[in-house]
């Protein structure tokens, strides 16, 4: 059973527009209109897989963005980090393999804010990344590697 008011046609760019027509016909689907998002995820795949999910780079951003202004302590930091900025992705990164850079990009954003104490200070970040990443077992933070955890959802 389809639900002919959700359902929508996407066609390839060589397709006629007579068997275009025809299927619609075929199928009672009245539009060919599609939608850019489904569930967060584009639905149209380009070649740049940069440019295809640059939106979770921009949503991990803006929502540090919105907490930078703020002073918190690191355990204040390190719930908002593993509670929201490590979800954002995780849904694409269980249905794609994200680039390696796009990954670092968002890894180097969450390092930057976790070291960071005011906007305009530098920034000293006296553990490296990797480390950071480590178990809690390990005696570290247990911050979740965007690229291993990507591999980790694929995998499933």
């Not at 397709?15 to 689907?29: A, F, I, P, Q, T």
């Not at 584009?42 to 002073?71: C, N």
């Not at 005696?139 to 694929?154: E, T, V």
Request: aromatic share 12%; hydrophobic share 40%; proline share 1%.
């Amino acid at each position: 059973m389809m639900n002919k008011e959700k359902l929508t046609m996407m066609f390839n760019k060589n397709s006629r527009e007579y068997d275009k027509v025809n299927l619609m016909l075929v199928l009672d689907v009245n539009t060919k209109v599609h939608n850019d998002m489904y569930l967060c995820l584009q639905v149209y795949m380009g070649r740049s897989k940069v440019k295809t999910f640059a939106y979770v780079k921009d949503r991990v951003w803006k929502r540090i963005q919105g907490w930078k202004e703020k002073l918190l302590s690191k355990a204040r930091k390190e719930i908002l980090i593993k509670a929201i900025v490590q979800a954002i992705p995780s849904y694409a990164m269980s249905c794609f393999d994200l680039t390696k850079t796009l990954c670092d990009a968002i890894g180097t954003m969450v390092s930057r804010y976790w070291w960071a104490q005011q906007e305009k200070e530098n920034k000293m970040h006296w553990i490296s990344w990797e480390t950071l990443c480590r178990r809690k077992e390990a005696g570290r933070f247990g911050f979740r590697d965007p690229h291993l955890f990507n591999l980790a959802m694929l995998a499933r």
